[in-house]
Nanobody
């Protein structure tokens, strides 16, 4: 699978963004996830959509603010970011099947005060 992420940008604290990850294969065949990496920090798992979309996981830091989803056709993975905080600033990556799987290129999210 090949993944193409988009949708990052500059947004004020409290604002919203939607990230997209377009795939060239049906994403329901994979465990899909969004990770992020802030400057000077390790990459962290933000949200996961697994088992054909039946299992959803969120990191505690984003629970209630971010929503992971997909289109019905299984072509695109989304991450809706709401109530953004300064600490959400990072490069966001979409991923299929974990650390040893497939990574899309990152998309920068910058939250300003």
């Amino acid at each position: 699978v090949q993944l193409q992420a988009s949708g990052g940008g500059l947004v004020q604290a409290g604002g919203s963004l939607r990230l997209s990850c377009a795939a060239n294969e049906n994403i329901f065949a994979f465990d899909m996830a969004w990770y992020r990496q802030a400057p000077g920090k390790q990459r962290e798992l933000v949200a996961e959509l697994a088992h054909g979309g039946r299992t959803v996981y969120y990191a505690d830091s984003v629970k209630g603010r971010f929503t992971i989803s997909s289109d019905n056709a299984g072509n695109t993975l989304y991450l809706q970011l709401s109530s953004l905080k300064l600490e959400d600033t990072a490069v966001y990556y979409c991923n299929a099947d974990g650390n040893f799987g497939v990574w899309g290129q990152g998309t920068q999210v910058t939250v300003s005060s």
